[in-house]
């Protein structure tokens, strides 16, 4: 636990040190800092607060959600805005509800009927935000019309406290769907059919005086919106704003660290830039998009903002386990490698701590070959106390990049208005644009036998994948009929030359049959040779089934074949999917390859496995001029009814674990996480309520001193830390009486003692 004590004592340092700043300057002689002490995380609770010139939590309705807080802030800890109103069902029936005839089920919630036409036939996503329960057993159940118009009735399934989700999957019929309740006494404060509220209490934001400044430090703030003022994001700070209008009148934010960021969960990047851009600063000068700021997609409609810094250090390794020994922080975007991994840990690695929002490559081989693995902070710190085996203490090259929250819809080829987050192109030209990530193609051997693809492929702005080649099995045909790519032996040289880029490896993608053939084959070759593969690529056109002499096929079996095929490829490798193309067949009809699409999309994204999708749009059968049986757009231009489903169906996350280092094709373990977040807001150090250097335990005399310092103490002592008032360890002393603190400039700093601090001067 070293490291993590160590790096919240970091953090409450420096806000340790500002806050004694301020009170020295008498300029928060009114302020507010967050204690916690409410026995809630509620920010609009004032027993969770401390009045900094009292020394008393604020009068009761001080700090109200309907009022202008002309106050300045300091919070730590997990905060919420919590201030919606909630209804129940009695209340809102007649109205959102019906009465019903059964006294087991007597409310019921239409979700959609026969009259939306094809609307109905959509998934239904319904959303509950359930606040009560007048029982442990209250429960909800769907029934349906199905095809030929007669009811399906589904099971009794429970109803939870907080976000309930139910899913009624797509058919090609219209039809009726609704939700039957057990209890009008049901409590909640939102309820929405596929993304369209039908209630929502309006949250009340979070309002600031417009001179008033709210800091976050060591914590993370969860609220609607902020109107006016500004919030100054410090260190291991993080503000998650949710609503459709999250930062209002003018309100400012500030990053003052370059590891710290702002979440707003549904804006998406392209309306934030357009929107919000000039509310932003670094470190008190305007943002520049893309040299100082970068926006990141939050998966479907949200983006996450943060600075763009290449001094930025996500990455502290370590040569012993469990975080302890000599460290190194690693910048991002470099390539480490050999002798450049500082502290000399080259092949000394043992453990590490990688910062929320990154992923880091670690191999063996100083060039980014051999036996490896990638890990994912995606939205909480990841903590490896020990390395697998074959890393430990013999890593020679490491890579650390920006996550991007995609989802799992893509398109391939640079199709616009598909309202997806990722897209591929076959090649290795594109670029990512606000919106969207890019992920290069490797389409043969002449995109990864030069070190100039690799330069190429490592500096594509938002990518974190790069994709194998394009149906190398085919020896007359694709890449397969060039430089004689369609032998794995060959294919499998070139392919470990895109390890060098540091980023996750996505396999080749073959025809339909090559899932369980050619690629097994190539895949036996990579294990051998320590080659790392860490997701399977497949296509998948229904060719085993005759697709020239069954335009008309039914859907549903189509569909079927489809869910064989990828459950097998799963079962074979035990490693996630990416499909990046298919359909019902270009033979099919343009009615076929729609009701195919609206059976399996629903199930892609319900599957855990598949991480990512692009629907191919089927070429015409004889001529180049005619539109395709599946495409988006028709002649004229306008969204087909084909491509109105791919553009309105929300997709969900690709990678939805707030950490990742799961299994490759050399390594089939999942890596545990040991980071937990400890927050202690009533520390002596930062805000508790005598706010003080001074301690009981220990005392360095003299102080100022030039030379030589004494250190009193009433118990044992091993060594003493000396930290700048940043909070960065400037030297770990032995503690023998008396210690030599000539090599420190002149300032103020802060000793540490057996886990008690006090001011030392340097003169």
């Avoid at 939102?190 to 976050?216: D, R, W, Y």
């Avoid at 199930?603 to 999708?613: D, G, N, Q």
């Avoid at 202690?680 to 100022?704: A, C, D, R, T």
Wanted: with cysteine.
């Amino acid at each position: 636990m070293f490291s993590l004590q160590y790096l919240l004592f970091k953090t409450d340092l420096r806000r340790c040190f500002k806050l004694l700043i301020f009170f020295s300057l008498n300029i928060y002689s009114q302020d507010y800092i967050w204690t916690g002490n409410g026995a809630d995380n509620n920010f609009f609770n004032e027993e969770n607060w401390v009045d900094v010139n009292t020394s008393q939590p604020p009068t009761v309705g001080s700090l109200e959600p309907s009022q202008v807080i002309n106050k300045d802030l300091a919070i730590s800890c997990v905060v919420h805005a919590e201030s919606r109103s909630e209804t129940d069902i009695n209340s809102q029936t007649p109205g959102i509800f019906e009465f019903s005839q059964s006294q087991t089920w007597p409310f019921v919630f239409t979700a959609t009927t026969n009259n939306d036409g094809v609307n109905s036939q959509l998934i239904q996503t319904i959303e509950m935000n359930v606040t009560y329960l007048p029982s442990a057993e209250e429960t909800y159940r769907v029934v349906k019309t199905v095809s030929n118009g007669n009811w399906n009735t589904g099971s009794a399934q429970s109803l939870q406290l907080g976000l309930n989700t139910i899913i009624v999957s797509a058919v090609d019929f219209d039809r009726n769907v609704k939700i039957q309740f057990s209890s009008g006494d049901i409590k909640f404060d939102f309820l929405s059919v596929n993304g369209n509220k039908i209630f929502s209490s309006t949250p009340e934001p979070i309002t600031l005086g417009s001179t008033n400044v709210l800091e976050i430090i060591n914590g993370e703030l969860k609220a609607e919106s902020l109107v006016g003022g500004k919030v100054i994001l410090d260190e291991n700070a993080y503000l998650q704003l949710s609503g459709d209008s999250p930062i209002q009148s003018d309100a400012k934010i500030e990053f003052k660290d370059n590891l710290t960021w702002l979440k707003l969960n549904r804006v998406k990047p392209q309306a934030v830039h357009d929107l919000y851009f000039s509310t932003f600063t670094i470190n008190g000068s305007s943002a520049a998009y893309p040299s100082s700021i970068r926006y990141d997609n939050y998966y479907h409609s949200g983006t996450i903002i943060r600075s763009e810094d290449n001094q930025l250090t996500p990455l502290i390794i370590y040569d012993g386990e469990a975080l302890d020994g000599s460290s190194a922080n690693i910048l991002i975007n470099n390539i480490a490698s050999g002798g450049t991994i500082p502290s000399q840990l080259n092949d000394k690695l043992s453990s590490f701590i990688l910062r929320r929002g990154h992923m880091a490559t670690l191999a063996v081989n100083e060039n980014g070959t051999g036996y490896s693995k990638v890990f994912i902070a995606s939205e909480e710190d990841l903590e490896v106390h020990s390395l697998p085996t074959k890393l430990n203490n013999a890593v020679s090259f490491i890579r650390v990049i920006p996550w991007n929250w995609v989802s799992k819809k893509g398109t391939g080829g640079d199709i616009t208005g598909m309202n997806n987050s990722w897209f591929y192109k076959w090649n290795n030209t594109g670029v990512s644009d606000v919106q969207r990530e890019y992920v290069p193609m490797s389409w043969g051997k002449g995109g990864a036998d030069d070190e100039n693809d690799i330069q190429n492929y490592r500096s594509k702005y938002k990518t974190t994948h790069i994709l194998g080649f394009n149906e190398p099995d085919d020896c007359n045909g694709q890449s397969g009929q060039y430089s004689n790519m369609c032998d794995p032996e060959v294919a499998i040289g070139f392919y470990e030359n895109l390890m060098k880029t540091g980023l996750r490896m996505v396999s080749p993608a073959g025809r339909q049959g090559a899932a369980l053939d050619w690629i097994n084959t190539f895949n036996q070759f990579a294990i051998q040779n320590d080659i790392r593969i860490d997701v399977i690529a497949v296509h998948w056109y229904d060719w085993n089934s005759n697709p020239q002499n069954s335009p008309n096929a039914d859907p549903i079996e189509i569909f079927e074949r489809f869910k064989n095929y990828l459950s097998n490829v799963y079962e074979f490798y035990n490693l996630p999917i990416w499909i990046t193309e298919f359909n019902a067949n270009k033979y099919r009809t343009t009615e076929v390859n729609e009701a195919f699409m609206k059976l399996a999309i629903p199930f892609l994204e319900s599957t855990s496995y598949i991480e990512r999708y692009a629907w191919f749009e089927p070429v015409a059968i004889d001529d180049s001029t005619v539109m395709g049986n599946g495409e988006f757009y028709e002649i004229n231009g306008n969204l087909s009814s084909l491509g109105l489903f791919y553009k309105s169906y929300e997709s969900s996350p690709s990678i939805p674990e707030n950490y990742y280092s799961g299994p490759n094709n050399l390594n089939n373990t999942v890596q545990a996480n040991q980071y937990t977040f400890v927050c202690n807001p009533s520390n002596v150090l930062s805000i508790g309520y005598k706010l003080q250097m001074s301690n009981e335990k220990f005392k360095l005399f003299p102080n100022p001193a030039k030379h030589l310092v004494q250190i009193q103490s009433k118990g044992e002592m091993d060594y003493i830390y000396i930290y700048d008032i940043k909070g960065s360890l400037i030297s770990k002393l032995e503690a023998d009486k008396v210690i030599d603190v000539s090599m420190l400039e002149s300032g103020v700093y802060i000793a540490k003692l057996n886990h008690y601090y006090t001011k030392l001067v340097k003169q």
